[in-house]
C-alpha cells in the first residue's frame, strides 16, 4: 500500500469513474488493516475525492484465494512509480484478466500495450482513468485483451519456459569460454542438479546431466563425469570445486564474489 505502488492514483481515477468499485489486495492482516498508516492514508484521499464507498481494502489475501479474486475482477490495475519485474501482472494475466499497468520497468515485458492491457505514464489519474474507463465500457475488448493476457502467460511465462530460458543464458555464456564460462559452467551443474530432485538427485546412482553445446562435457556423460570434468575446468581457472560448494581462489578484478555457493 505504499504510495511507490500507485494505488493513490488509482483512487484518484475513480472519481472519474462513477459506478465503479475498488478492491484493493496488500499490506497487514485484515484485522489490522483499519491500524495500517497507509490504509489510513488511502481512506483519507479516498474520502477526499469523493470516492470513500467504492474503495475496499482486503488487506493481506491468502494464496489460495488470488486466483477467484482475480477472476471476480473486470480489469486488473497495477500503477507503480518503478517495477524491476511485477508478479501481479502475470498472476492477473493467467487469470484473463486485461491489465492497466504503469510503463515501467518490467511491466513493460509483460503487458503488451493494446494487446493484453493498457500501458499509461506513471503517477497520472487522468490516463488511469482513461484506461480504466475504455475497458469498462467495451466488454468485447475487454474479453479479447484478457483472452490474449491468458494465452501470452502460457506462451512465455511458465515455470517450465522461465527455467529452459535461464538453462539457455548459461549455455550460451559456457560456449563463449572464458571465466563467464566456467562460471556457467558451474551453475549448469548445479540447475541439473536441482532439477534431477535436490539431495536425492545428487546421489542417484547413474545420474546424466543434460550438457548439450556445452564444450568438454559430451552429451550421456555420467553425473560422477561431469563432476570431475568441471573440477578439473574450474582448477584452470584458480577455483576451488571440493564437497559440492565452489570458491574463488584468487581475486582477479571481475567483479565476482569470493564465493558462488552451493
Known sequence: LVPRRGVDDVVAALAALPGTELLTAGGPPPGNIDDDP????????????????????????????VPPLLRSADVAVCTPWYEPFGIVPLEA?????????????????TVVHRSTGLLVP?????????????LLDNPSL?????????????QAYTWRQVAGSTLEVYRRLVVGGGT????????LARFHLRLKGGDE????????PCTRNVPGFPEGISGHEFLERARAQAEKYGVSFERGRVTRLDQAEDGFAPEYGE
Do not use: F, K, N
Not at 464507498?53 to 491468502?62: M, R, S, T, Y
Open 201 to 208: 538427485g545428487r546421489s542417484r546412482a547413474g545420474w546424466i
Open 122 to 134: 506513471p503517477r497520472d489519474p487522468d490516463a488511469v482513468a482513461s484506461a480504466i474507463g475504455r
Open 38 to 65: 497507509e490504509a489510513q492514508r488511502l481512506r483519507a484521499l479516498a474520502r477526499r475525492h469523493g470516492v470513500a464507498d467504492h474503495v475496499e481494502l482486503l488487506g493481506a489475501v491468502a494464496r489460495a484465494d
Open 180 to 187: 563467464a564460462g566456467l562460471t556457467a559452467a558451474i551453475y
Open 142 to 154: 475487454r474479453a479479447h485483451m484478457g483472452a490474449e493476457a491468458a494465452a501470452r502467460v502460457r
Open 93 to 109: 494475466m493467467a487469470c484473463g484478466d486485461p491489465v492497466v499497468g504503469t510503463a515501467v520497468g518490467g511491466l513493460l515485458d
